[in-house]
């Protein structure tokens, strides 16, 4: 572990790569799941039959494992380096590879004002994880 937690070497930079793909893709793979398995209304908990179907589905399973994997890597990356640094990257490039994969394999649109605020977003994430440093 580096004496310095607010430098990120390029173990940091691997786990963090591992983290964003892993939840990224989680987080694709669950929706993939869930839009096979048709939306449940918002006034009603999903019944048990359906958690347990959604449950079994590989897209499911497959995003659990990856979010799982994903939840490991980033608490050896806690110990290694500070939050208040390594966070907004995580979140600025999972936003970006999520909004991305959604566009592409789920032809979702964004359009020029969902394509701003998420540049917006990001560059301010980005700030953020700037500011403070040397």
Not at 35 to 60: D, F, H, N, W
Request: with cysteine; charged share 10%; aromatic share 8%.
């Amino acid at each position: 572990m580096s004496p310095d937690k607010g430098n990120l070497q390029l173990l940091h930079w691997v786990l963090i790569a591992g983290c964003v793909l892993f939840a990224g893709g989680g987080n694709l793979l669950l929706k993939w799941g869930m839009s096979q398995m048709g939306s449940v209304a918002a006034t009603e908990l999903p019944k048990l039959q359906y958690a347990l179907q959604a449950a079994c589905r590989p897209q499911i399973i497959v995003g659990v494992v990856l979010y799982v994997a994903s939840f490991v890597m980033w608490l050896s990356l806690l110990s290694m380096v500070d939050i208040s640094l390594v966070y907004p990257i995580f979140i600025a490039a999972a936003f970006l590879l999520v909004t991305g994969g959604a566009v592409v394999w789920f032809g979702e649109r964004v359009d020029a004002m969902r394509a701003i605020g998420t540049i917006v977003v990001v560059a301010g994430i980005g700030l953020v994880s700037l500011s403070g440093r040397g």
